[in-house]
Each structure stands twice: as structure tokens, then as C-alpha cells.
Antibody, heavy 122, light 111 residues
Framework: QITLKESGPTLVKPTQTLTLTCTFS??????????VGWIRQAPGKALEWLAL???????RYSPSLKSRLTITKDTSKNQVVLTMTNMDPVDTATYYC??????????????WGHGTLVTVSS | NFMLTQPHSVSESPGKSVTISCTGS????????VQWYQQRPGSAPTTVIY?????PSGVPDRFSGSIDSSTNSASLTISGLKTEDEATYYC??????????FGGGTTLTVL
């Protein structure tokens, strides 16, 4: 059974850097084709993809947020870390991490973690 | 940038069928697979369709997906609607420049 869990601060101040950790089980980031992605959802808004890291350390970022994002993995700890710099109140959202299965060529995310709500406020 | 456009909301009665569309802004939506996610209030999204028309195990066959190249659209059809199908549904695909793209979501009301 694959599970993912997001962790990190629930409140950050404007201009600060957000660091979120996704801790997973049931799969390995050493497996060819596997990836872990980050997706966020502002209150009442649609899903927005942020970043994705693959088993081979290939990294992809949302073009609109690329300058602010860094995604890394620690295979030995089964963790993926996302950092987002220069946080702003518009970045207030629930942040999800999700598993990218190794099968097929589609970019499906399944399953997802429960998400963590991050509020940006002074 | 590549975008996926969905209707904001749809509604239908229990037992009926409903189709939710997802239209690509450019290129051919048939060139890259489309996924559909269901999100109930307060919960994380779950996959109901992947690779245009494939159902994950555990998803009832009332859910089906298709591609219409003539309208550059993907569709999610839910037949035999149940009140438990009330949720927001998101399509998602891939684009070489934007990479992962989500639609704006469609809220389904079963009344």
C-alpha cells in the first residue's frame, strides 16, 4: 500500500522560505519511472501543479513558479522536499504531494497525500 | 501556455448520466494522455480515469473516459449517477512547455 504524508509549517510570514517534506512508503524512488510531485490548491480554487522529481533525479517545475521552487529527494529516507522562496499571501494553499507510478507514459498522480494547509500571513 | 478548460459546474438527477468536458487550448489533446480526478470536499483528489479511458481498480465502471479529436476535448461520463458522485472533477494532461496541466475543475451536483 502506497502512502504519502506532507509535513511542514502551517504558518509562514511573507518573504520567508517555505520548506515542505513528503514522507512516503510503499514504493521506492530508486525504481525506474517512479516520481513524486507537488500540487497545491488555494482555498476554493483549482489544483495547480508545482514540481516533479523522478527516480533518476530529473526535475521539472511549473514555468510560472520555477524561479522560486526547488525539489530534492532523499532516497534513503523515502522523502522528497520542496522549498518555495519569497512566500506571499497568495501562496496560501493546501499543498499535496503525490506518487507518479512507474507504469505507462502518462503523467498520472496516484495516490495523493492528505495535504497540508500553509497560511502566509504576518 | 497550454490550458485545459472545463465547465464550472454541471448538475443531474440520480440515476441519470452526465458528461464533463475538458477542452485543450492548442495542439492535439489526443497527443498526450488525459487523467481525471475526483475531489470530495475536504479530501485529497483520487484518480477515476487515467490514460484517457482506463479505470483504476476499485473505480466502478459507471465512470468512463474518452477523447474527441474533432473538438480537441476529453470527456468524463458518469452513468447511473449516485449522490456519492457529488464532487469536483479535474482533468489533467501534459504539455511540453507547461509540463503538467490541470483543468479548472467542474463541480458536479446530483439532485
Amino acid at each position: 500500500q502506497i502512502t504519502l504524508k506532507e509535513s511542514g509549517p502551517t504558518l509562514v510570514k511573507p518573504t520567508q522560505t517555505l520548506t515542505l517534506t513528503c514522507t512516503f512508503s510503499g514504493f521506492s524512488l530508486r525504481t525506474s519511472g517512479v516520481g513524486v510531485g507537488w500540487i497545491r490548491q488555494a482555498p476554493g480554487k483549482a489544483l495547480e501543479w508545482l514540481a516533479l522529481i523522478y527516480w533518476d533525479d530529473d526535475k521539472r517545475y511549473s514555468p510560472s513558479l520555477k524561479s522560486r521552487l526547488t525539489i530534492t529527494k532523499d532516497t534513503s529516507k523515502n522523502q522528497v522536499v520542496l522549498t518555495m522562496t519569497n512566500m506571499d499571501p497568495v501562496d496560501t494553499a493546501t499543498y499535496y504531494c503525490a506518487h507518479r507510478p512507474p507504469w505507462g507514459t502518462s503523467l498520472v498522480f496516484d495516490p495523493w497525500g492528505h495535504g497540508t494547509l500553509v497560511t502566509v500571513s504576518s | 501556455n497550454f490550458m485545459l478548460t472545463q465547465p464550472h459546474s454541471v448538475s443531474e438527477s440520480p440515476g441519470k448520466s452526465v458528461t464533463i468536458s475538458c477542452t485543450g487550448s492548442s495542439g492535439s489533446i489526443a497527443s498526450n494522455y488525459v487523467q481525471w480526478y475526483q475531489q470530495r470536499p475536504g479530501s485529497a483528489p483520487t484518480t477515476v480515469i487515467y490514460e484517457d479511458s482506463q479505470r483504476p481498480s476499485g473505480v466502478p465502471d459507471r465512470f468512463s473516459g474518452s477523447i474527441d479529436s474533432s473538438t480537441n476535448s476529453a470527456s468524463l461520463t458518469i452513468s447511473g449517477l449516485k449522490t456519492e458522485d457529488e464532487a469536483t472533477y479535474y482533468c489533467q494532461s501534459y504539455d511540453r512547455s507547461t509540463y503538467v496541466v490541470f483543468g479548472g475543475g467542474t463541480t458536479l451536483t446530483v439532485l
